[in-house]
């Protein structure tokens, strides 16, 4: 067997497909061989290859641009057996980027998940429906490249049916476009439903700690609680759990539930926007599809005559809290791409001043250099 073909036989079930080999090409005629980042931890990262899982050290990787730090879900070109270390030589383009902006007064990007085809958002019906933040985190999911699926978890704390159906209805009047499913990890609701969306794909799941995502890819998985995803009880007084995942892991799926990948991650309390202006687009797709209509093409829906968006949140087709969750994201997102530029715009100019400082001082070491010949 070719070592191409080895590749593509025990990388397949992890996302290795023809592209894939066709971008390593160069790397694999260096004698590289490829591997997909499971898990990164403290400047190491365990890589699933044709030999195995490897781990191997990421410091030929590490760039000033934070986006491109060695991520879970990444492509890479590794060492060959026998190198001690092994390096993580370089990494492959990555086809999506799950980014959100860290708390960093630098206004820097977090990549949370790469080369991902579905976004999980992960919501407790164990706690209020909070139907900003889920449109918060459906943007973000947008903008990564990834197919959004929004899962209301811990179906069976609403037995109610009526009240399960409104809920998910307002998930789907915040989330259009998206498929919502109510799934139980308890009572396995919802699981060969939300198996079969994300069969043979790679999946990151995402949420707040307490949303229940371990116990979740624990079910999906076909594990209990006590398999490797750890799980830990919710608190009682708020609902809220605690963090029982602390890396992402990239976990494979039972070929019975369709193959692929599942990316989870630890409990986020912050997803702030980055570059996330398509995203919104998407998430708010029918105000984007009402601003259209309205009689000036900049339009700001306050108080303009001839307004659509307007129009349609007085005949009750749009509600109010949806325009109003608009142009809260938007007004972030514009301020955090100001922000942006005014730090690129910084890191520009001290670089122009210390390439304009070497440049004087060569020029200060020829006008002495000249001087001492001609002595």
């Not at 984007?288 to 001839?306: K, N, S, V, W």
Request: net charge negative.
């Amino acid at each position: 067997m070719s070592s191409s073909s080895s590749s593509s036989s025990l990388l397949s079930p992890y996302g290795w497909d023809a592209d894939w080999e066709d971008a390593f090409a160069p790397y694999a005629a260096e004698g590289l061989v490829p591997g997909r980042v499971v898990r990164v931890d403290r400047g190491l990262c365990d890589l699933v290859t044709p030999e195995g899982l490897v781990r191997a050290d990421t410091e030929f990787v590490v760039p000033r641009d934070p986006m491109k730090v060695v991520c879970t879900g990444d492509w890479a070109a590794v060492d060959p057996e026998g190198h001690d270390p092994r390096y993580v030589r370089t990494l492959l383009p990555r086809r999506t980027a799950f980014l959100r902006s860290t708390s960093s007064k630098r206004s820097e990007a977090q990549v949370l998940a790469a080369n991902v085809d579905h976004a999980l958002i992960a919501v407790s019906l164990g706690l209020d429906l909070d139907l900003g933040r889920v449109e918060r985190f459906i943007a973000l999911a947008w903008g990564s490249g990834a197919q959004p699926v929004l899962v209301l978890t811990k179906a069976d704390l609403v037995p109610d049916p009526a009240t399960l159906g409104h809920l998910v209805a307002d998930a789907e009047e915040s989330a259009p476009g998206v498929q919502v499913l109510a799934v139980s990890a308890e009572t396995g609701e919802g699981l060969d439903v939300l198996g079969a969306v994300l069969a043979g794909g790679t999946s990151v799941l995402l949420g707040q700690s307490g949303a229940g995502k371990s116990t979740l890819a624990n079910a999906l998985r076909g594990q209990d609680g006590t398999s490797a995803q750890a799980v830990q009880a919710t608190r009682d007084r708020d609902g809220k759990g605690r963090h029982t995942t602390t890396t992402r892991d990239l976990l494979p799926m039972p070929g019975e539930r369709g193959g692929g990948v599942l990316i989870d991650t630890p409990g986020l309390r912050g997803v702030g926007l980055w570059d996330a202006e398509e995203g919104l687009g998407q998430a708010f797709s029918e105000i984007e599809a009402l601003a259209g209509e309205c009689r000036f093409h900049d339009c700001a829906h306050e108080t303009e005559p001839g307004c659509a968006v307007l129009a349609a949140i007085e005949d009750g087709s749009l509600p109010e809290r949806r325009l109003d969750s608009y142009r809260k994201l938007l007004r972030e997102n514009q301020r955090l791409a100001a922000r942006t530029d005014a730090r690129l715009r910084s890191e520009q100019k001290q670089l122009f001043k210390q390439r304009s400082a070497l440049g004087r001082h060569m020029m200060e070491r020829k006008r002495g250099g000249g001087r001492h010949s001609g002595w």
